[in-house]
């Protein structure tokens, strides 16, 4: 199925047809104040998702110290986090379709806001983590309403391309400022203000969405699949659990095999019962569709090896080339910025070569800048290699983004964009999360921090180049 965005008629259209429907005005690429408004309400809540995820990593040891916490628990500050905030996506992206999404948007920032509220004030590791789950949960229910209510609000072409080019700009933004703003926020603040800020965030969007956000639902009302969503969900978190704690100890602890093949039985199993689901939660004939498929597959790869790299190149900088925490963020400062300018340009790109091509190719780019990370060592001049290629290799990490998340929603009818978004959500959370824990074995695993950081950097950059390469055949073969 075709899938460029740029408005050229359609050639199979008759023009002396009296049956020819009439062609389509272009749109016009300009946002009203309204719609600018919208965009950044649903900006701002998806940054403070991404935001959550990597504000607290350097926090961790002063945080573990204040509230009592052991080496062996710090790891769950993250993971109860990751856990429902993965495992919960699908889920409530169909139920924002069935009961209204933006009904459970505004519910998932509600809570978003009062957990962070409750760990900004644990007194203890158990509130602390209560906290951190709820916020997963609360996550869930905004990334996937969220994006659905931007590609419902948003019509296909350049007012959609640019919206999900400023989405997934700051998107990626948050993870990467999350850990250097951590780094200064816990220094000047104490660990409690990186939980703080986000309560800052969801009382700043709660207010105004309300007023802004129409609400948005499938026009039937089938019964939500319980079936699929017992064993996706519970696959989900299985899986993330078992990929999270295998980071800290390894492949080899029971729980982690154990979590690890039940994770993957359930997800088999939702796979059979959503082929006899009367209503499913994902349609089988949506995973069909190779921009879907492969669309997904892109996503999944570049958020999952992206945020691999910033994880690395942070351990790196601080503890080989031995940077301050404010030169590290000097470093990811150029990132973001060249990111911010990578999301501004590329709608026009895909206006202009499709987002079949511009996700291939931004995929070929950004795994050969990574490969040029193979280049870093011990010297003063890394830190300006590093610089470089992390910055351009984001540009183009961007441009996947965006070109992903048009290819996988252009073309599916505003009744199934909550399937489609969430599965664009999904790819992105989970991307996120097992990333790092799979690559960060290799880290672990290697006889000095600077050999593991460059067996994670080919081994990302390979898994990068490879996607490209199977995502173009896959796409090209999908030509009508």
């Known amino acids: 199925m075709a899938i460029d965005t740029s408005p050229a008629p359609s050639p199979q259209a008759a023009p002396s047809s009296p049956a020819a429907p009439p062609a389509p005005r272009p749109q016009n690429p300009r946002l009203s104040s309204r719609d600018r408004l919208v965009l950044f309400v649903l900006c701002a809540a998806q940054f403070m998702v991404a935001l959550d995820f990597s504000v607290l990593n350097v926090a961790l040891p002063v945080l573990g110290a204040d509230l009592g916490m052991s080496q062996s628990a710090l790891q769950w500050a993250v993971t109860a986090f990751a856990l429902p905030s993965g495992g919960f996506l699908l889920l409530f992206g169909r139920m924002g379709d069935l009961f209204g999404r933006r009904r459970l948007f505004l519910a998932g920032l509600a809570l978003f806001g009062l ?53 997934g700009t700051l998107l990626s933004l948050g993870f990467t400022i999350g850990m250097v703003l951590g780094g200064v926020l816990t220094d000047t603040l104490g ?30 009302r089938p019964r939500l699949d319980v079936p699929g969503a017992a064993t996706v969900t519970g ?59 492969w669309g997904n597959l892109g ?18 900088l601080q503890e080989v080339l031995r940077l301050s925490a404010f030169e590290t963020g000097m470093v990811f400062g150029v990132q973001g910025v060249l990111s911010v300018v990578a999301g501004v340009y590329a709608p026009k790109v895909i206006g202009r070569f499709g987002a079949r091509r511009t996700l291939v190719g931004s ?27 992390v910055s351009v290799a ?12 048009v290819t996988v929603t252009s073309g599916v009818p505003d009744r199934e964009q909550g399937l ?20 960060g074995v290799l880290a672990t695993t290697a006889p000095d921090l600077l050999s593991g950081t460059r067996t994670v950097l080919a081994t990302d950059a390979a898994v990068v180049l490879a996607t490209a390469v199977l995502t173009g055949l896959g796409l090209r073969r999908g030509r009508a």
């Open 394 to 405: 984001s540009m183009f990490h961007l441009g996947a983004i965006v070109s992903y998340g």
């Open 299 to 316: 996503g999944l790869v570049t958020f999952s090896m992206m945020s691999t790299v910033v994880f690395v190149l942070t351990l790196y």
């Open 115 to 167: 957990s962070s509220l409750l760990a900004t004030f644990a007194w203890d590791p158990a509130s602390f983590l209560a906290g951190r789950a709820l916020q997963g949960v609360g996550a869930a229910a905004i990334v996937p309403t969220g994006m659905s209510l931007l590609t419902t609000t948003f019509p296909e072409g350049p007012q959609r391309d640019r919206a999900l080019g400023i989405s």
């Open 363 to 389: 995929l070929l780019g950004q795994g050969v800048f990574v490969a040029a990370l193979l280049g870093i060592g011990e010297s003063g001049w890394s830190v300006y290699l590093a610089t470089a290629a």
């Open 235 to 293: 696959g989900l978190l299985a899986l993330i659990y078992a990929l999270s704690t295998a980071a800290e100890r390894g492949f080899g602890g029971t729980d982690v095999i154990v979590t690890l093949v039940a994770g993957v039985l359930l997800l088999a199993a939702f796979g059979y019962v959503e082929t006899r689901a009367a209503a499913p939660l994902v349609s089988l004939p949506m995973l069909r569709r190779r921009t879907v498929a």
């Open 191 to 220: 660990w409690r203000s990186t939980m703080g800020l986000l309560t800052l965030f969801a009382l700043i969007v709660l207010p105004l969405a309300p007023g802004l956000l129409r609400e948005s639902r499938t026009p039937d």
């Open 420 to 439: 489609a978004t969430g599965l664009v959500t999904s790819t992105q959370q989970v991307g996120i999360t097992i990333g790092i824990p799979l690559l």
